[in-house]
């Protein structure tokens, strides 16, 4: 039996942690599962309701890591997740479990498995101005046809409406001259050593749609409006990464009186399915390595897990990496 770690990645609402707690109990026979969390926004613990992070009852199932570990005043990195992860695959493999990562984001995947871009620290000036400029005036359109005259290639794959990626990528290229793109082809440091099983979720558009409204929709009955409330009370400093978490704008706007209840949930649906457009996207062009599960309905959803995954990962821990 191979010492393997089992990556499950998709869009948001792609069925991702229904795929880990379901696999979880086909595992016994391989010591068991540590599902472990490999998304940015699932570290913070604040944020229980608008990032659809696994129930107390989920984690009592199965042992659960790196879900809830930080305040969402401690910004969590790249870097620092990837080091956190390293570390509780090690440990899920030293008591002889499999580690199962879950998570929507892309760049920790790629973190794990190649390592990070070795981008010299970014001047604080340069961060200023390109934080400022993405928020005023012409917003990050200016900043993305900057971006698309100096280097053309640096805004393949990469939406006109992604603030943060727009942002980083433009600092980076003022601030060091070379493209992020090239820094990316040195990617350096630790990285994921054992073999690995990479199942991608990829739900048909409608499908994928249909279940991103419910979920928003259900997040009003869960209490999400409390949970924003006292998000908004801490009064954090607006650069910090967990007010970028899908949705608290547009429920933060409840809260302030600038728009109704029946207006934001449309609003932060909306907000979702483009977050989720994005992923797709990412996954697409920088995971054509990973293997691919569509589904179209919640019940061939359900089907493909026993009729596919399943066997696809057992294979991958009997026999390893083909």
């Not at 870097?79 to 956190?84: A, E, K």
């Given at each position: 039996m191979t010492e393997g770690t089992i990556l499950i990645a998709g869009p948001t609402a792609s069925g991702k942690s229904q795929l880990a707690l379901a696999l979880a109990s086909h595992l016994d026979g391989f010591g068991g599962a540590r599902i472990i969390n490999a998304d940015s926004m699932q570290v913070y613990s604040e944020l229980q309701i608008i990032t659809a992070r696994p129930s107390r009852e989920d984690e009592s199932c199965v042992p659960h890591r790196l879900y809830g570990i930080l305040?969402?005043?401690?910004?969590?990195?790249?870097?620092?997740?990837?080091?956190?992860?390293?570390?509780?695959?090690a440990a899920a493999h030293h008591e002889g479990a499999v580690p199962v990562l879950v998570g929507g984001t892309g760049l920790y995947f790629r973190a794990l498995l190649k390592g990070i871009a070795p981008v010299p620290e970014i001047p604080a000036n340069v961060r200023s101005e390109a934080r400022q400029r993405a928020s005023k005036g012409q917003g990050t359109a200016g900043l993305f046809a900057e971006l698309a005259a100096a280097d053309p290639e640096t805004v393949v794959g990469l939406s006109p409406s992604d603030t943060q990626r727009i942002v980083r990528a433009w600092e980076v290229l003022e601030a060091t001259g070379t493209p992020l793109r090239v820094w990316q082809e040195h990617e350096v440091g630790p990285r994921l050593e054992t073999p690995v099983a990479k199942v991608l979720l990829e739900p048909e558009r409608a499908a994928l749609n249909a279940a991103i409204d419910s979920r928003v929709a259900g997040m009003v009955d869960a209490g999400v409006l409390e949970e924003v409330a006292a998000l908004d009370a801490m009064e954090l400093d607006p650069s910090l990464p967990a007010l970028r978490a899908v949705g608290v704008q547009e429920f933060c706007a409840v809260l302030r009186g600038g728009i109704a209840l029946a207006e934001a949930v449309p609003r932060a649906q909306q907000a979702t399915r483009r977050y989720a457009k994005r992923q797709r996207t990412w996954f697409r062009t920088q995971a054509a390595d990973w293997t691919r599960f569509p589904w179209a309905t919640p019940a061939q959803h359900m089907e493909s897990f026993g009729q596919e995954v399943f066997p696809f990962i057992r294979e991958f821990l009997l026999t390893g990496p083909t």
């Open positions: 305040s969402v005043r401690d910004a969590c990195s790249v870097g620092r997740w990837r080091d956190l992860v390293l570390a509780e695959i």
